[in-house]
């Protein structure tokens, strides 16, 4: 199918949308003036939090076509678009580690999002983050600048995001990356590299005393 629909945030839907067989369903945040004053450009709500259910399988992808971090007085814009994972793959236990470029020293943000009530977050190192306690479908914005574990008693969802190059030492654009609970870690795993970047790099996070081992 080619029929797309496009729904508002904030929008109360009085019956849930049918979709034929390769259709897509976009909702995207509530307009709102920008910043600089443009109504035109569509500032307002974030839908973090938004729980999307579906009588059959779906794919769920979030982004944004055009934003700064980490706020809007540093260049420069870039597009952000990644899976959601289903609620059922989300865990406890996360590593996030800090961009492995090596002038990328700034900070770079940590969404966390819980799924049920009286979530309690925790962080390792402990001067990471003070201790969290989120209610069901709320999240919680975290800016960091080193490798960090986050546990819960629940299961929650985390995502990192990369800083703007003004931000980042110079390199990069704002981009987004879903992580992995870490009990869905794998022990191999094929990953490609543009071809018209200046630079790539790999972050590896592996138990201490494991073997890793890049191209064979």
């Known amino acids: 199918g080619s029929a797309a629909q496009r729904l508002q945030g904030g929008v109360s839907i009085a019956s849930p949308p049918k979709l034929a067989r ?18 035109s450009v569509p500032w307002g709500p974030d839908l973090s939090g938004l729980r999307v259910r579906a009588s059959k399988p779906v794919q769920v ?13 540093v260049c420069c814009l870039d597009h952000m678009e990644e899976s959601v994972l289903p609620a059922r793959t989300l865990g406890k236990d996360y590593f996030v580690t800090r961009p492995a470029a090596s002038s990328s020293l700034a900070p770079y943000t940590v969404k966390i999002l819980a799924l049920e009530p009286d979530t309690h977050v925790g962080f390792s190192p402990e001067s990471a983050a003070a201790p969290l306690t989120l209610a069901a479908e709320s999240v919680q914005l975290l800016s960091l600048n080193h490798d960090v574990r986050i546990t819960a008693d629940k299961a929650i969802a985390v995502t990192q995001y990369l800083h703007s190059q003004d931000a980042a030492g110079n390199i990069g654009d704002p981009a987004q990356s879903a992580a992995i609970p870490s009990d869905q870690y794998r022990t191999s795993y094929v990953f490609f590299t543009p071809t018209t970047f200046a630079q790539s790099y790999v972050s590896s996070v592996a138990p201490a005393g494991a073997s890793v081992t890049l191209d064979g």
Do not use: M, R, W, Y
């Open 22 to 39: 390769g259709d897509v369903l976009q909702i995207f945040s509530k307009p709102g003036p920008a910043p600089n004053g443009e109504d």
């Open 61 to 73: 992808v979030a982004g944004h076509a055009a934003t700064t971090l980490p706020s809007t007085d």
